[in-house]
């Protein structure tokens, strides 16, 4: 077993820019630098059934052309600003490579630029994964109060090593759901640190003794390490609510979360818990929407998520034991649903932190278990917006990793392998969008293969619509053969058009 290091696989495909003209390269806006042509590949485009034989050009971090037949070499004429593009006449006598004509301000430039060709062996090429519910905080084995013994130190270098294994495993996007602002994003966005783009909801907003109430007995409101830390935030009252939230966006949060009930790995809360008031769920979507964002919630009962949902709510994360018009209402209200279904899976069972009966937790986890059998034909018949969403945490290492590979095969047993796929591209996509214009990465789209979408990519052996194992998936959760961090049949690994792996040839 070998643990591939990322920083290893770096080094790629950095394109020297050939300047035909005598002009310094900083004096010119936005020069193509970087240029790929994938050809020989099968596309799955995020969104539709089977695969398409075309070509795709990669100019900088966006999907330049989709087509037929892209040749090696051209000239084209690339507006930046709109990044459409149209192929010129080749000049006489040919060019060896891309030149790219540039309005600037001096007027029309014409760059050269080498084109780094990648022949996919007639493997499928297909949108980053989206993993729309994660914890890079908490990416440490053990139990919610031992995050209270930690620093920010600790926390900070294992939120490095999560965004290293997440973009090993082939997620170019998570949303973060309790504690990341903007620091990770920034750090791995200025490329000192490989990651995926990281969407994030700031610290979590609880009520005191709600689902973020993670003090040990005797500490008050405020003086536990991860409220310090701000990783959670326990808010009481709406003019508290507002605060929280107006901080979360100031800290660079690009939504919010908000605790509506109880939760299973939290000790105060019992699982029945209604959380929050309405006037308090009403404050925090009223700052989302001052912001131009949203309000997600950790909720499990249907009451709850019935009146969230009435005062503007937009993002379900669980909600186990939705009802029939619950699940009508959500689907009516365009509402996205993420519910973590591996909760549900018979393999759950043999969870190492469901062995103790006397465990709190498990208790509340049977009882979500035995009140939720209904929620597999409700998400059948009502097909409400789904994304993939792991929500693992206190679980690292092998652990994990087949954790998250079990949790890519059991959505497609399922949900069959399309919708499966759907929701680990284009459905999270839509959703990182819903970040309005605070999003992070508004210049294009995420988890789709087209034209003007950002060049996140993947190239996998053989057909992930027809076989799951294509993506890294296992169907068997701990009895699953241990891996390295490196997943095999994910070839290629491209973020932002930038090469992270590349194990083709
Ligand atoms: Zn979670």
């Not at 037949?69 to 006449?89: A, F, H, N």
């Not at 818990?273 to 989302?288: K, L, P, W």
Request: glycine content about 10%.
């Amino acid at each position: 077993m070998t643990t591939l290091n990322l920083k290893a696989l770096l080094p790629a495909m950095s394109m020297a820019v050939v300047l035909t003209t005598t002009a310094i390269a900083q004096d010119i806006p936005n020069i193509p630098s970087e240029v790929t042509l994938f050809k020989n590949v099968m596309v799955f485009d995020g969104v539709n059934d089977g695969l398409n034989d075309v070509d795709v050009l990669v100019v900088k971090n966006k999907i330049h052309k989709i087509a037929e037949g892209i040749p090696e070499s051209g000239t084209w004429e690339v507006q930046v600003q709109t990044g459409g593009s149209k192929r010129l006449p080749d000049p006489v006598g040919g060019i060896d490579g891309y030149s790219f004509t540039i309005q600037t301000e001096r007027g029309i430039e014409t760059k050269e630029v080498e084109v780094n060709v990648i022949d996919g062996g007639g493997r499928t090429l297909m949108p980053g994964l989206i993993d729309s519910h994660v914890h890079v905080n908490m990416y440490k084995d053990g139990t919610i109060p031992g995050l209270q013994d930690t620093t920010w130190e600790e926390i900070g270098a294992r939120s490095a090593a999560f965004a290293q294994e997440m973009l090993a495993m082939g997620f170019t996007t998570v949303r973060d759901m309790c504690g990341a602002h903007g620091g990770l994003r920034a750090v791995i966005d200025e490329g000192s640190l490989p990651g995926p783009r990281i969407y994030s909801s700031g610290a979590c907003l609880s009520q005191t003794g709600g689902h973020g109430d993670w003090g040990i007995a005797g500490q008050r409101k405020n003086e536990s390490n991860l409220e310090r830390l701000e990783i959670t935030r326990l808010v009481d009252g709406p003019a508290e609510v507002l605060h929280g939230a107006r901080r979360n966006f100031a800290l660079g949060a690009n939504y919010l979360k908000i605790m509506v009930s109880g939760g299973v790995t939290s000790i105060k809360d019992p699982i029945y818990q209604s959380a929050f008031t309405d006037a308090e769920i009403a404050a925090a979507v009223e700052v989302a929407g001052d912001m131009d964002s949203y309000v997600a919630m950790h909720v499990f009962m249907d009451s709850d998520l019935s009146r969230a949902l009435d005062l503007g709510v937009k993002v379900v994360d669980h909600g186990l034991t939705i009802t029939e018009p619950t699940m009508q209402k959500l689907v009516e209200k365009g509402a996205f649903f993420s519910p973590n279904l591996t909760a549900l899976a018979p393999e759950a069972l043999e969870h190492p932190m469901h062995q103790d009966p006397t465990f709190p937790p498990t208790a509340k986890f049977l009882w979500l278990r035995k009140n939720s059998e209904q929620l597999f034909d409700l998400v059948r018949k009502y097909k409400p917006k789904m994304v993939f969403d792991s929500d693992y945490v206190l679980l690292t290492g092998v652990p994990y990793r087949q954790s998250m590979d079990f949790t890519k095969a059991f959505m497609a047993r399922e949900f069959g392998n399309l919708w499966a796929l759907q929701m680990m591209t284009s459905n999270g996509g839509e959703l990182a969008a819903l970040t309005g214009r605070g999003n992070p990465y508004p210049e294009g789209k995420l988890g789709v293969i087209e034209e003007g979408a950002y060049a996140d990519i993947l190239i996998v052996d053989g057909n992930p619509l027809e076989d799951i194992t294509a993506i890294g998936a296992v169907d068997t959760w701990f009895d699953a053969e241990p891996r390295g961090q490196d997943v095999p049949s994910i070839r290629v690994i491209m973020k932002d058009g930038k090469f992270y792996k590349n194990t083709l040839n």
